[in-house]
């Protein structure tokens, strides 16, 4: 465990700021030892813990893409054969999909933030919680070894018929794949049952904090879709081993089933992607405007109604796969919803900078970027939810350019705020804004010379998936290419300014953004049980008309 | 039952046994889903061969899937008077009637590969495998690969709930539970039920019509 020695390295510094007497030590000096880490039940704990191997899948999938987008540099081979490439963006899709976007933000953050704004000691249940890391390990390592020993070449996907006959490794990457979502169901059960259960008193339906709403919102699709993932794995895996034919039309079966078995989770499962950073961001703006959200309802509720509606939408995959007019136009319709229901959540955020007192920080900069990219990404996905459109859009770029939009400039931006937001919160330290500042405009300028060229390819008819290309898509493949580098070097300064920030950053203080919210009541890193006592929250996490020190003399009483 | 390190987070036990009792709730929800992606299946196909199904079903062994109705059926009752004998302190006879609970789950399962073994016989298995020839349809070979997902994955949870039995049992034996502190007995034998339920939702479908 490298984490804990960086961690623990300024403990033997011994800058004393703990040395006030009965002040209970920081979750990260509680106890030392690899095997203190490797047995905790403390949330915290196993939040970085899995904030390491989040990382590391990033970085991983983040590979895959580079090597994509070389490859794609010229319209022939440029370095590797087209079975490489098939293998190459399947592993990509799997990586990013299942071992960094579903977990990174709700296993990390989520599993950190939400008992401290619930004000309770732990998740409901902790030994829950370090299973269902040692699990999402064990999936990992299931599909990272399929992928050695040669990995599949179906797409993240894994659509049938051609799954059951690909002569790849197919089974032991599904099989991985359904290990992560028992994972990922362990979690949302654990997040579900702490927010009905471990309220601290006062904390009513109202008074949640709004990042732990979306990550009950969430919660309810992991452990509501995610068994229907499964199940569809599941069967073809069975298929492709067996050969039962469960999808097979030779034996009378229909192909477009798995379709709908696998939208049928893995729509949802964007929002899975998305809510949480949503939630992100709705800490980020009240606290950098200082000012309540201009409504707590509205994004309290428009996530609820995200995350039913998305259950309802899974039929837009398909209005090329044979579903009649009728169905699809019922489809779009209600896919259109989440539009209106994430729209709402725009304009809140918006409306609650307005006449509020701005101070500009990372997080707000990240906050800026995901405001333009996800609501670029948001309008493209109402254009693909037309049926006449996206006739013309299906399976080309344009549908890449659209999700990575939503799902990089919006989840992956969220995460990158999240990462800068709570980065005092969880290490007691501060980074540097100067370069957070500089990274946060790269990831934003690399994202969008990334992407922005993909809709024009897809519009002109560029599939996607392709190994080769007319010449004439050349120039906008090679913008893509160089996006794509100079969005993976402002990852790498902004992920490396706060590993230097872990031992060499300035002490951040219990608050340094000034919030309300009521994480922030504790000391910044908090002690193990996260408050000095119960605290008593009769009062909203956004309520800036009260100083930090009314807050705190309310939420405990002498 | 969890030790008290890890329950720091309850104001008192019963809190901590009606948080376990509602994740236990959820769970289950999330296990009914796994099934309801078949129930889908078995749905679409049934809507695709409405006529052969119905032959397939009228053709299938319906001795085997009604005795194990009952099976289970009396199962769902042994296992609900455990938890009250637990509640009235009568552990001796709580330790029977689980017993009684996982004996029937194995009568359940003997009587399943009994079942099974005739499918083998007359040649109504899954997919490319199909060859009863008194069913030379595609529908019943659609009926039948769904037949087979749809009971193998309710074969694997009835043997899990027999694991989750005898470990009761087991715990029981060790009188770790009492009339006051049983929640994870609890939470076992609402498994016991989503098992029995699950067969009786299975057994009209693949069975009666």
Redesign the interface.
């Known amino acids: 465990m490298t984490m804990s020695e960086v961690i623990a390295a300024p403990e033997r510094g011994g800058d004393g700021a703990a040395a006030t007497g009965d002040v209970p030590p920081d979750y990260l000096r509680a106890a030392s030892g690899v095997r203190s880490w490797l047995t905790t039940t403390d949330h915290k704990r196993i939040a970085l813990m899995f904030y390491v191997v989040v990382l590391v899948m990033f970085m991983v999938g983040g590979l895959f893409a580079l090597a994509l987008r070389v490859e794609l540099l010229t319209p022939r081979r440029t370095v590797m054969d087209a079975m490489t490439y098939n293998r190459m963006f399947t592993l990509h899709g799997v990586t990013m999909v299942w071992m960094f976007l579903i977990p990174a933000i709700p296993a990390v953050f989520g599993n950190f933030i939400l008992p401290m704004q619930l004000g309770a000691k732990d998740l409901a249940f902790p030994r829950l919680n370090l299973a269902s890391f040692y699990v999402y390990v064990s999936g990992l390592l299931i599909t990272l070894g399929g992928m050695l020993a040669g990995g599949t070449d179906t797409g993240w996907t894994f659509y049938t018929p051609y799954s059951d006959s690909s002569p790849t490794r197919l089974l032991p990457v599904v099989s991985g794949v359904f290990v992560l979502g028992i994972s990922t169901i362990m979690t949302g059960i654990n997040f579900i049952a702490t927010t009905h259960m471990l309220r601290a008193p006062g904390i009513t339906w109202r008074r949640i904090p709004l990042f732990t709403w979306t990550i009950y919102g969430t919660s309810i699709i992991m452990v509501l879709a995610t068994p229907v993932l499964g199940l569809a794995l599941a069967l073809v895996g069975v298929d492709h081993v067996l050969h039962l034919g469960i999808f097979d039309p030779a034996v009378g079966g229909d192909p477009v089933l798995f379709q709908h078995l696998f939208w049928f989770y893995s729509h949802p499962a964007v929002y899975i992607m998305i809510l949480p950073a949503m939630g992100v961001i709705s800490e980020v703006v009240p606290t950098f405007a200082q000012r309540r959200p201009s409504s707590y309802m509205a994004i309290a509720m428009s996530t609820l109604g995200i995350a039913l509606v998305g259950f309802l939408t899974w039929g837009h995959h398909m209005f090329v796969a044979g579903i009649s007019e009728l169905d699809a136009g019922i489809f779009g319709a209600l896919s259109m919803f989440v539009a209106v229901f994430s729209a709402l959540k725009v304009f809140t955020w918006v409306a609650t900078l307005y006449k509020g007192r701005i101070r500009l920080g990372t997080p707000l900069l990240y906050f800026f970027g995901f405001l333009f990219l996800f609501v670029f990404g948001g309008m493209t996905g109402v254009a693909v939810a037309t049926q006449s459109l996206d006739i013309h859009w299906h399976d080309t770029y344009f549908v890449v350019a659209h999700f990575h939009f939503v799902m990089v400039g919006g989840s992956v931006t969220a995460f990158l705020a999240a990462a800068h937001y709570w980065f005092p919160k969880m290490f007691g330290r501060r980074y540097s804004e100067r370069v957070g500042a500089l990274s946060a405009t790269a990831v934003f300028l690399g994202f969008v010379l990334t992407f922005f060229p993909q809709f024009l390819l897809g519009n002109m008819g560029m599939p996607r998936r392709y190994y080769s290309y007319p010449e004439r898509f050349q120039w906008l493949h090679v913008l893509s290419t160089g996006g794509a580098f100079l969005l993976a070097g402002a990852i790498v300064l902004a992920l490396g300014n706060l590993l230097v920030s872990l031992r060499w950053g300035p002490k951040a203080g219990s608050n340094p953004w000034g919030s309300r919210s009521f994480e922030w009541l504790s000391a910044s890193p908090p002690p193990k049980n996260n408050f000095p006592a119960v605290p008593v929250l009769d009062f909203s996490p956004y309520d800036y008309t009260q100083s930090e020190e009314e807050a705190h003399a309310r939420a405990f009483p002498r | 039952m969890?030790a008290p390190s890890?329950a720091?987070?309850?104001s008192g036990y019963p809190?901590l046994a009606?948080?376990l009792r509602?994740?236990m709730w959820?769970?289950l929800?999330?296990?009914t889903?796994?099934f309801?992606?078949?129930f889908?299946?078995y749905a679409?196909?049934r809507a695709?061969?409405r006529a052969d199904f119905t032959q397939a079903i009228q053709h299938n062994t319906l001795a085997y899937g009604t005795v194990n109705m009952y099976v289970l059926l009396t199962s769902s009752f042994t296992v609900a008077l455990s938890l009250a004998t637990l509640r009235r302190n009568r552990p001796r006879v709580t330790l029977a009637l689980l017993l009684a609970t996982a004996a029937l789950g194995g009568v359940f399962l003997v009587v399943k590969a009994l079942e099974y073994a005739e499918h083998v016989r007359n040649g109504a298995l899954?997919?490319?495998?199909?060859h009863w020839q008194a069913l030379p349809t595609?529908?019943a070979?659609?009926f039948f690969?769904m037949y087979?997902?749809m009971t193998g994955l309710h074969a694997l949870h009835v043997m899990a709930g027999v694991v989750v039995v005898l470990w009761l049992a087991r715990r029981t034996h060790r009188r770790r539970y009492t009339a006051a502190r049983h929640a994870t007995f609890e939470m076992g034998t609402l498994y016991w039920h989503l098992v029995d339920v699950m067969w009786l939702f299975l057994w009209p479908i693949l069975y009666l019509a």
Do not use: C, D, K, V
Request: charged letters at 15%; glycine letters at 10%; zero cysteines.
């Open positions: 969890p890890h720091e987070q309850y809190r009606e948080t509602f994740g959820i769970f929800a999330s296990e889903l796994l309801a992606g078949l889908a299946l679409s196909y695709m061969f899954p997919g490319p495998f199909y595609f529908g070979n659609r690969t087979w997902l």
